[in-house]
């Protein structure tokens, strides 16, 4: 779907703090880098320290997912974690609002001879992603190497719908990005050639999803990888972007493509996926959204892993 053209109601009263907001984030944008990932860190402990529900979920997280860490290394994972995602505010500024010269000094890319090799193989090709907190920015960076479209959610307010996807297209106009909800039409355009972002690392329960192993506790993880690719006859190439220390930037990564995939055993399929999710998040686990309920749809018998309050 590209970006639909700009209507009068989207200056109804109802949407002008929408506006404001994004005004703001226009003009801090222009800061230099440094000073934004200083002052993003400084929104993270202020979310850290007002947010108690989210914290409370990162924490049960983090003790599910790193048991034989001590509770001061969890601890400071859940608190850079949250510095990540003041950061991802701002990132999703310098996404939007930055011209593509300055994107194209602040990273570099690994694995294109890997996109390349699975292009020469099968112009059809599924980037398999994750929910990282740099997911605005490093989907920028994709789309500055290749024509790539992605899946986006709808947002209620319709303003800021608008200027959601027009940020994500600023600077590959050409690319087509679908509502989530219509898998029809991304495996129409995986047909005709387009490379198409997917993540599969939210929990949405028992429909469409397979219980396999996620940092060795049974997880609903969505099998869709698998039916994307056999639907779209598509080859699937993992990418993550992970953003450095000492504000040196970021680094895209390109994995080679996965092979004999899809199999035909969506459960191999899709534990085949959260292995490979798994592996990126302990490179950097601060970088992981731990602020969502990862084991919130439970195996039939298993006791809930999150308090009811939660």
């Known amino acids: 779907m590209k970006s639909s053209g700009f209507s009068l109601a989207l200056l109804h009263p109802r949407y002008w703090l929408t506006w404001l907001g994004v005004g703001f984030l226009a003009v801090i944008a222009q800061l230099p880098y440094s000073l934004l990932m200083l002052i993003g860190k400084g929104l993270g402990h202020v979310l850290y320290r007002v947010n108690a529900k989210r914290r409370a979920i990162a924490i049960r997280n983090l003790e599910i997912c790193f048991p034989k860490k001590s509770a001061c290394e ?41 996109v390349r090799a699975a292009l020469d193989k099968n112009p059809n090709l599924l980037m398999l992603g994750l929910h990282l907190t ?98 779209g006859k598509a080859g699937v190439v993992p990418v993550y972007t992970q953003r450095l220390s000492g504000g040196r930037g970021y680094k895209l990564t390109y994995l080679p493509a996965l092979e004999n995939f899809p199999s035909g055993d969506s459960l191999k399929d899709t534990q085949q996926v959260s292995d490979y999710i798994e592996a990126v998040i302990k490179l950097q686990p601060s970088q992981y959204l731990w602020v969502q309920k990862h084991f919130k749809t439970r195996p039939e018998g298993q006791p809930a892993l999150y308090p009811a309050r939660h």
């Open 74 to 114: 969890r601890h400071k994972i859940l608190v850079e974690s949250f510095e990540s995602l003041g950061i991802a505010v701002f990132e999703t500024a310098m996404a939007w609002f930055w011209p593509a010269w300055r994107l194209r000094r602040i990273y570099s890319v690994e694995g294109l001879e890997h």
């Open 134 to 231: 740099t997911i605005d920015i490093g989907g920028v960076f994709m789309g500055m190497e290749f024509r790539m479209g992605g899946m986006y959610r709808i947002n209620k307010n319709a303003a800021y719908d608008w200027v959601q996807r027009w940020g994500r297209q600023s600077c590959r106009p050409d690319a087509t990005f679908i509502p989530s909800d219509n898998v029809r039409a991304l495996v129409k355009h995986l047909r005709l050639g387009e490379i198409f972002w997917y993540a599969p690392d939210q929990d949405h329960g028992l429909k469409g999803s397979e219980f396999v192993s996620f940092f060795g506790v049974q997880r609903a993880m969505l099998a869709a990888t698998s039916t994307l690719a056999k639907l």
